[in-house]
């Protein structure tokens, strides 16, 4: 009987020279995209794609197109503005957000810029033709929604062109991505709600108070003056005893709307609780402020406010508040000092502006130590 020859005891098998570095690949492609998933909002997904999709699949440029957004992210790694600027056109139009422009020259290139996703104006591509398609570049679609489109392109600038298993993975990846996004975009949409009124659609008071608190501490570290300002609707609770609460949402709905077309983009505007508003006017002096509440007063003076149970005319008094103060340690002491200004408002017959005066350093200092004695 022949006998089998067996391989020696130290001999052992190595592994097949195609399966390791597809491990790692697939390991690589796990983590990136955990890495994406996990990330909260958009500029973290863009920043965190740009910085490990080359580790795993060689590229030159990247580029992601919203078409709601209306913009362009997109990355290269010479950090050439006219790559840049030709991704961004090619993918516009792709979007249909785009039509064909006359020449213009590219703008220079920055240094300094960091590795992530940049965001390319729209007037840095107008040169392109219509028609001018990336060499060597893989395109995905981006599932957003019914509303939305989107584009991932990965592109290089040599004549390798994508293996199939790269195609796959960016497939995988673009997949995520969408995901991630329509993520990102709930998060910021429950956060925008948490931060929200629910009648008024302006600020809470939680989220009025955060604001507050950052606008004092910005004035008191780099000495800008803010001001505060306080309104509050007069004899409201005669709109609702005489008309019902149907009509009073409609006159506090009202009155925010007015408030807001009244002030700048950089003002910060909430609901303080019940009938009363908060406005917070960075880089305004107080003479500044009081004009704004003059004319504020007076526009609420003039409006009608109309609802289904009738028509409702009503004024507004209004406290001023100035920060950096020696009275105002606090956001806290900031908002009190405003709302005594608006007790005064009221206290002198309402439809009026009152301002907080602060004291000079000699007399608080005076004041302070009879105090302390």
């Not at 609770?237 to 925010?256: C, I, K, P, Q």
């Not at 909430?270 to 509440?293: I, K, M, N």
């Not at 103060?325 to 806290?332: G, K, R, Y």
Request: charged share 25%; hydrophobic share 40%.
């Amino acid at each position: 009987m022949a006998s089998e020859e067996l391989p020696p005891a130290n001999l052992q098998r190595t592994p097949d020279p195609q399966l390791l570095p597809t491990n790692q690949r697939l390991e690589s492609l796990h983590q990136l995209l955990a890495a994406v998933a996990a990330c909260q909002d958009e500029h973290d997904i863009l920043k965190t794609l740009t910085r490990r999709l080359p580790e795993l699949i060689p590229a030159d440029a990247i580029g992601i197109a919203r078409s709601r957004c209306e913009h362009v992210r997109l990355w290269s790694s010479d950090q050439s503005r006219e790559t840049e600027a030709r991704l961004r056109r090619y993918l516009l139009r792709r979007l249909g957000l785009v039509a064909p422009d006359t020449p213009q020259p590219a703008r220079p290139r920055r240094s300094g810029r960091s590795r992530h996703l940049s965001l390319v104006p729209r007037s840095g591509c107008t040169f392109l033709e219509p028609d001018e398609r990336p060499t060597n570049a893989h395109e995905i679609s981006l599932a957003l929604g019914q509303e939305e489109g989107g584009l991932f392109l990965v592109k290089r600038n040599g004549h390798e062109a994508f293996s199939e298993w790269e195609r796959q993975a960016l497939h995988i990846v673009g997949t995520v991505l969408a995901v991630s996004f329509r993520n990102a975009e709930s998060r910021r949409f429950q956060q925008d709600l948490d931060r929200c009124d629910s009648l008024t659609a302006i600020l809470n008071s939680h989220a009025f108070d955060g604001a507050l608190t950052r606008e004092l501490r910005v004035g008191q570290r780099y000495g800008i003056t803010a001001c505060l300002l306080v309104i509050g609707l007069d004899y409201f609770r005669t709109v609702n005893d005489r008309l019902g609460h149907e009509a009073g949402d409609h006159v506090l709905r009202s009155a925010a709307a007015v408030i807001r077309e009244m002030v700048r983009d950089t003002d910060i505007v909430g609901r303080c609780g019940g009938d009363t508003f908060g406005v917070v006017l960075p880089h305004t002096e107080r003479r500044q402020a009081c004009h704004l509440a003059e004319r504020l007063r007076e526009r609420i003076e003039r409006h009608l406010f109309i609802s289904r149970s009738g028509q409702v005319r009503i004024t507004a008094s209004m406290g001023v508040a100035v920060a950096p103060d020696l009275d105002v340690a606090t956001s806290s002491d900031w908002a009190t000092i405003a709302g005594s200004a608006l007790k005064e408002a009221k206290a002198q017959g309402r439809n009026c502006v009152a301002i907080h005066v602060p004291q000079p350093p000699a007399l608080a200092c005076a004041v302070a130590l009879s105090l302390a004695a």
